[in-house]
């Protein structure tokens, strides 16, 4: 196998950012979504809904733009991560990390939604009368329920991240080890023409995101529906 | 029935024989030569009637695009080995080859009072990112890690890079102020005959291998006669002036 140190240090850091993408959107995408699967207020629900859908219509140039504008010096962002003595985030794995959070965001949000919106009150207002606490009942009856949804928003997003490559190409800096992710580096080859790494990288990407799709609809067949 | 698409049909027939008369040529350009091209085609233009469509990217990856059948007719390389290999492969007119400029490096910062004209700031490396264009495609990303290699901070400032996958990426990296210093070409930053923005230290030529940037027909061009024009058309005095007047140097 003709691949370098940079190619196995890129192969890590994929896993790594799309673990710690899908791991951060579980987080921050499970209240939102389920802020939009029962939310009564119907226009902010539809702009929320809207926000959240962006990232799948615009191009990866468009939030690559704005990141870099403003995670820099001169950006609101990079002024606050400044001040906090953090210093910028472009060129960093954090950078990389807001970015891809980003770009997954909806692929974590509508599965989560749709699981919720099926699953519905009953069963939180039937639990709600056996004197469950809100928080209770939703690790006790709605994850468990929602487990399908769960698992398609993690699934997704990992596999979207893997394959993220726009947004880290305007703000990576092409860094061995901190910003090259596999992506990137199989750009780097097919440019420098190093056509042996360039498919042993790509096919490996190509089969393991087959296997990662493969097995979300495995898991969906076998119980036969969405959620 | 009579449809009312024919006359549309008919203008559009004859629109697009409009311009046989002048011709148009695809021209692969070198990142760093963007500006000087920009400002050449519309004098081409003008004085021969053909139009030249430029394509921007590092040199590495136009070699690679032409290899795979772009339709370029002429390359504007940033350097001159790249045109010599396309000709050992058949892809050019060895005839062809002549060096239009000559160009020069230069450390820059998007602010003001950063560089002083010395490499100093570079020595005191109280910075967290220098950017250069990745040396793999970008001759001005080779002749910026001589640069450092030949200074003795190629190892020391490793851990700094951060590359922008054309000069131009480059550029825009420090013009945005995320990364406080790079290199990068002079004719991105110079205008009548000074640095326009920002401050600057220029790299004397003997730290790296000359920037010789070479134009080769390549054989999609050969028979359009506005290619051959357009490489006349480069070697007139009229360009050489242009060329000058972005910080090129000129053999003559």
């Not at chain 1, 519905?120 to 939703?138: C, H, I, K, N, V």
């Not at chain 2, 290199?183 to 326009?196: N, T």
Request: charged share 10%.
């Amino acid at each position: 196998m003709p691949l370098t140190q940079n190619d196995f240090a890129a192969i890590g850091l994929s896993l790594q950012l799309a673990s710690l993408t899908t791991l951060l959107l579980l987080l921050l995408g499970t209240p939102l979504a389920w802020w939009l699967a029962h939310s009564r207020r119907r226009w902010s629900k539809r702009l929320v809904s809207a926000l959240v859908a962006l990232p799948l219509v615009l191009p990866p140039t468009v939030l690559g733009f704005y990141l870099l504008v403003l995670l820099g010096p001169h950006g609101w962002i990079g002024q606050l991560t400044q001040s906090l003595g953090l210093g910028t985030l472009t060129f960093s794995f954090s950078g990389l990390l807001i970015g891809a959070a980003l770009c997954s965001l909806p692929f974590v949000v509508q599965p989560l939604q749709n699981a919720f919106e099926a699953i519905g009150r009953a069963p939180l207002e039937a639990a709600a009368t056996l004197r469950a606490s809100p928080l209770d009942s939703f690790f006790t009856v709605v994850v468990p329920l929602a487990r399908p949804g769960f698992l398609t928003a993690a699934t997704l997003s990992f596999a979207h991240t893997l394959g993220e490559f726009g947004v880290v190409l305007m703000i990576g800096g092409n860094i061995p080890g901190k910003t090259q992710v596999v992506a990137i580096q199989i750009y780097n080859h097919v440019e420098g023409m190093h056509y042996a790494q360039a498919h042993w990288l790509a096919g490996g990407m190509l089969l393991f995101s087959f296997l990662i799709l493969l097995l979300l609809y495995a898991g969906r067949q076998n119980r036969q529906g969405w959620s | 029935m009579r449809r009312p698409v024919r006359p549309v049909l008919l203008v559009f027939a004859l629109s697009s024989s409009l311009p046989s008369w002048a011709g148009s040529l695809q021209v692969a350009v070198a990142a760093n030569f963007t500006a000087p091209f920009q400002a050449l085609a519309p004098l081409f233009e003008q004085a021969t009637g053909h139009q030249a469509v430029g394509a921007f990217a590092a040199t590495g990856q136009l070699y690679a695009q032409i290899r795979h059948g772009a339709p370029f007719e002429v390359l504007l390389s940033a350097d001159s080995s790249t045109p010599r290999r396309l000709i050992e492969e058949g892809e050019g007119v060895a005839a062809s080859r002549f060096t239009y400029a000559t160009g020069k490096l230069v450390l820059w910062s998007a602010q003001p009072d950063y560089l002083d004209g010395t490499p100093a700031a570079l020595h005191a490396g109280k910075f967290r990112h220098l950017a250069i264009a990745n040396p793999q495609t970008a001759p001005y990303g080779l002749a910026a890690l001589q640069t450092l290699e030949q200074l003795g901070l190629r190892e020391h400032l490793a851990e700094r890079l951060v590359e922008g996958q054309s000069i131009s990426q480059t550029q825009q990296f420090i013009a945005s102020g995320n990364a406080e210093l790079g290199f990068i070409a002079l004719a991105q930053v110079y205008r009548d005959g000074r640095i326009s923005s920002g401050s600057a230290w220029q790299v004397p030529a003997n730290l790296h291998t000359p920037l010789h940037q070479d134009a080769l027909l390549l054989n999609r061009g050969r028979d359009n006669p506005a290619a051959q024009a357009w490489l006349d058309f480069l070697q007139s005095p009229q360009a050489a002036e242009v060329i000058r007047a972005f910080g090129y140097d000129l053999a003559d």
